[in-house]
């Protein structure tokens, strides 16, 4: 099943969930309390366990500071959990479990935090995570994945950090600015791979040493990064290149400009930066444009999730 982050005319986040990613069905939608206490503006990262899937979010407009949202849900079609809000807040922007937890990271500028759960309802506060001492304007952790027995996280002036249990989290400062900037990233066979602007790909098995450095064309900035189980499919404009081990790379012109994007059952899904057009192909290469949202626009995340058990 695909789910999405969406965000109403409104300007109030939502879920949609589809089986093929053509019909989608809304299965949440936030709401506003006595006209001042609103929920999420959209949702940025899905993640799941065994039992329950997990969206992240907030934010109060198109900025994304404000609310900071964790929902959590059993069965896909309900959906709760709390609402955070405190000075310096703003949207979670990514998701992932791993070590029986779930781990989330956001922010706004140079205001960065994270939380945890292990069941996906009760969360640390995260204004009591802060992670904020790093050079340059923002500090926010944009991307997470777990592999290789760590988490490794991915965000703007070129941060990286890594943790072995989601709680404790280690930089890797860039003085000299040698590392590359990330804005996609991805696990799978073994090892990370994150995505850059101008077609950037490197590979890292820990996160604290990079390699494998290749660049594209001028333009072809890959927003998102897959692991189909196979391979990994990087998704750029107008550009598509796909790696069985982050190393090795074909690549083909697309007719797309991917800002995000996921894939289940055969199925690539994206959308434009703006949320306004949505596509799907079978190979990330052809795409075919499919209906608008009736009420709303896709703001946040894409994921696909198995039928849980």
């Known amino acids: 099943m695909f789910y999405a982050g969406a965000t109403n005319k409104k300007a109030l986040g939502c879920i949609y969930r589809s089986p093929d990613g053509v019909v989608w069905e809304l299965v949440h939608q936030e709401t506003i309390k006595d006209n001042k206490e609103r929920g999420a503006y959209g949702f940025f990262g899905f ?99 777990f592999g290789n027995d ?83 499919v990087a998704l750029g404009i107008e550009a598509t290149y796909k790696s069985p081990d982050g190393v090795t790379w074909t690549k083909a012109a697309s007719n797309v400009r991917p800002a995000r994007a996921c894939y289940g059952a055969g199925v690539y899904l994206c959308t434009n930066l703006r949320g306004t057009e949505c596509y799907r192909s079978e190979d990330a290469i052809h795409w075919k444009a499919l209906p608008r949202l009736a009420d709303g626009f896709f703001s946040g995340a894409f994921t696909y999730f198995l039928p849980t058990p």
């Open 150 to 232: 760590l988490f490794l996280g991915i965000g703007a002036t070129r941060r990286v950090v890594t943790s072995p249990d989601g709680r404790t989290w280690k930089d890797y400062p860039d003085p000299e600015r040698k590392r590359p900037a990330f804005i996609s990233l991805a696990f799978g066979n073994g090892v990370f791979v994150a995505g850059g602007m101008h077609g950037l790909r490197a590979t890292s098995k820990d996160g604290a040493r990079w390699e494998n450095e290749v660049t594209g064309e001028i333009g072809e900035h890959l927003n998102e990064i897959v692991w189909t189980g196979k391979e990994f």
């Open 47 to 145: 993640a799941r366990n065994q039992t329950t899937l997990v969206a992240v979010g907030g934010g109060d407009n198109i900025s994304k500071g404000g609310n900071v949202r964790m929902l959590s849900s059993k069965d896909g079609t309900t959906w709760d959990g709390p609402i955070w809000r405190f000075e310096n807040g703003g949207a979670l922007t990514c998701v992932a479990f791993g070590k029986d937890r779930f781990v989330t990271h956001g922010g706004e500028g140079p205001w960065a935090y994270f939380s945890t759960s292990t069941d996906g309802k009760e969360w640390d506060d995260p204004d009591k995570h802060r992670i904020q001492k790093w050079q340059g304007w923002e500090k926010m952790v944009r991307k997470v994945a």
